[in-house]
Each structure stands twice: as C-alpha cells, then as structure tokens.
C-alpha cells in the first residue's frame, strides 16, 4: 500500500536559518504530492502541491519538488520567521476508482525561536 | 466564506455513552471524509463518502458509523465511546475532478472519553 515518511520532530530553529523538513513516499502509481500546515488549534490548510515528476509546488517562501527518481518531496524554506511555528504534514493522494484519499505523514513540529 | 464547519469543538463523555459528530461543507464538494488525529501517528482515514448517497470505510472504521445526509453534510457517530476513541477528529472535503485536487479541513473536534 501507499505510505508516507517525514522527518521526526520536534525541530527548533532560530529565526531566519534555513528549513529543510525531509518526506519520502512509497506508491504505486502516480500520486499527486501535498504539504500541509496545522497552526494550533486549527486544522489542516494546504501549504503547496505537485502533481508530477519534477513539478515544484511553492507558497509563502516554502519549497517543494517532486522526485520520482528518488521518491522524495522536501519541504524547504530559505528564512524561517516565527508565524511558520506550527506543525508540517506531507501526503500523497491515491486517485483510485475517482477518491482522492489521502496518506499523511506522521507530521513534524516546527518551533522558530526569536 | 465558511469551508468546512465542525460542531462541537470540544466534547467529554463517559465510556458506553453516544455521541454524533456534525460536518458541513459550503464549497459544493462532492466528496467527504472523517479523520482521527493522535499523537505521532498523523491523520488516519475513518469513513469516506465519494458522492451523495454512498458511503465506504477508511483505515481505522470500527467503533465509528457515518451517515451521508445530503451533499452538504457528513456525521459520523460513536454508538459506544470507549477511551482508545479520545482523540482530535477532522472532516474534510474535496473536489475530485481533476488531478491533486486538495482536501480542505474544518477546525475538528476534540473528543475525550473518560
């Protein structure tokens, strides 16, 4: 079956360094690849997207590029700042039989400090 | 602009009592979905509903029963809460027409069984 695996947490940052939050996927077939992001209290929103081989998905400084060869989807950002606290989740979609069911990561919590 | 709306937000029950958890979509999505959300294991499927009228069982369904109602509204009932059921639970909805159509979430609900 499909299966999603993210970089374990918590992972604390001062503000302005650089993030790279790791994610790799196992599927067969062709996912679409998400990143979404859980703000306290809230629930999930989408951060970005691809849906095929070499797309990058972007939104608000964050990265994403999908890699077939290597299976992988890293989030990156190049200056973090203190609103990106929250916690990160990476999923694929399985388009089988016209359902976008989704697989998640186990999520990684990210602290930026001042 | 409500997106997806889950009442109530907080909920405490006692074992063997029954509760139902209320969704509702504005966004005209023909496709909703029930999550629970426990610590370092993300967000696992527990009923889906591709369409109107039809209903199919995700990844952890027993304890759990769901009831498409129309279009717009998704429930999903716990018959006898046991405290394995104390978790954070998402609807979510989506579009599927189209390739990487993303899921959007309501705010969830927090549910403890004592």
């Known amino acids: 079956g499909n299966s999603v695996t993210q970089m374990e947490g918590p992972v604390t940052l001062s503000e302005e360094a650089f993030l790279t939050i790791n994610c790799t996927y196992t599927?067969?077939?062709?996912?679409?690849l998400f990143w979404y992001v859980q703000y306290p209290g809230e629930g999930l929103q989408l951060l970005l997207k691809?849906?095929?081989?070499?797309d990058k998905g972007s939104n608000k400084g964050f990265e994403a590029t999908y890699r077939k060869e290597t299976t992988s989807f890293h989030l990156e950002k190049g200056s973090v700042q203190v609103s990106d606290s929250a916690v990160y989740f990476c999923?694929?979609?399985?388009?089988?039989?016209?359902?976008?069911?989704?697989?998640f990561g186990t999520g990684t919590r990210l602290t930026i400090i001042p | 602009n409500a997106g997806v709306t889950q009442t109530p937000k907080f909920q405490v029950l006692k074992t063997g009592q029954s509760m139902t958890l209320q969704c509702a979509q504005d966004?005209?999505?023909?496709?909703m979905y029930w999550y629970r959300q426990d610590p370092g294991m993300g967000l696992r499927l527990i009923y889906y509903?591709?369409?109107?009228?039809?209903?199919d069982k995700g990844e952890v369904p027993n304890g759990y029963n769901v009831s498409r109602l129309n279009k717009r509204e998704f429930s999903l009932r716990l018959e006898s809460a046991a405290p394995s059921q104390t978790s954070v639970y998402f609807c979510?909805?989506?579009?599927?027409?189209?390739?990487?159509?993303?899921?959007?979430f309501g705010d969830g609900t927090r549910l403890s069984i004592l």
């Open positions: 979510a909805s989506s579009n599927v027409r189209g390739q990487g159509q993303p899921q959007h």
């Open positions: 599927a067969t077939g062709y996912p679409s």
């Open positions: 691809a849906t095929k081989a070499d």
């Open positions: 999923a694929l979609s399985d388009q089988a039989f016209g359902n976008e069911k989704l697989t």
């Open positions: 966004m005209n999505h023909n496709s």
């Open positions: 509903s591709a369409s109107e009228g039809t209903t």
